[in-house]
């Protein structure tokens, strides 16, 4: 089982991917692509006791997920490459505007540097790189103590906190 940075630790990842081909894995908790949750929503979340997760693109629109959101635990935002910034904006999305209150983990190319600035924007899990150090990683959290501008935790901007 891969370690993950979940809610500012490294902790085991208890979730397991599923792509949708072969037997489905009976696990207490699975992770798949949306739309092989959209396709078979009401067997997925049987088997997955504990809640289903779902992974999905940056590109993916708020409203694909919309109607998933109250059976699903996890949403996962895949980052094909450090420099794609549509995930940030989906994270954002989902906490502020439609309240996903579940894990919102980052995975794929995710780096030290970006990770202050991902949970800034909703994320509580990260899944970095496998070439890169979680411990490093989990310092990128308090790569800088104040921050001027509101974010998911706090909206206000520095000069109201």
């Known amino acids: 089982m891969p370690n993950i940075i979940r809610n500012g630790a490294?902790?085991?990842?208890?979730?397991?991917r599923w792509t949708g081909e072969g037997e489905m894995p009976a696990a207490e908790r699975l992770l798949v692509p949306l739309a092989v949750f959209a396709a078979d929503a009401e067997r997925v979340t049987t088997v997955s006791k504990a809640g289903p997760g779902i992974?999905?693109?940056g590109?993916?629109?708020?409203?694909?997920?919309l109607p998933w959101l109250p059976a699903v635990k996890l949403i996962a935002i895949e980052f094909p490459k450090f420099t794609d910034g549509r995930g940030y904006s989906l994270a954002?999305?989902?906490?502020?505007?439609?309240?996903?209150?579940?894990?919102l983990r980052a995975v794929g190319d995710v780096l030290r540097d970006q990770i202050f600035f991902?949970?800034?924007?909703?994320?509580?899990?990260?899944?970095?790189r496998s070439d890169r150090s979680l411990e490093d990683?989990?310092?990128?959290?308090?790569?800088?103590?104040?921050?001027y501008q509101g974010d998911v935790h706090d909206p206000r901007p520095h000069y109201q906190r």
Not at 10 to 16: L, N
Not at 118 to 128: D, I, Q, S
Not at 137 to 147: P, R, S, W, Y
């Open 137 to 147: 990683a989990l310092n990128g959290l308090k790569d800088f103590t104040v921050a």
């Open 55 to 57: 992974i999905v693109t």
């Open 92 to 103: 954002r999305l989902l906490r502020e505007r439609h309240g996903f209150q579940g894990e």
């Open 118 to 128: 991902m949970h800034r924007c909703g994320f509580n899990a990260f899944e970095v």
């Open 10 to 16: 490294i902790t085991p990842d208890d979730y397991v």
């Open 59 to 65: 590109d993916t629109e708020p409203d694909d997920i």
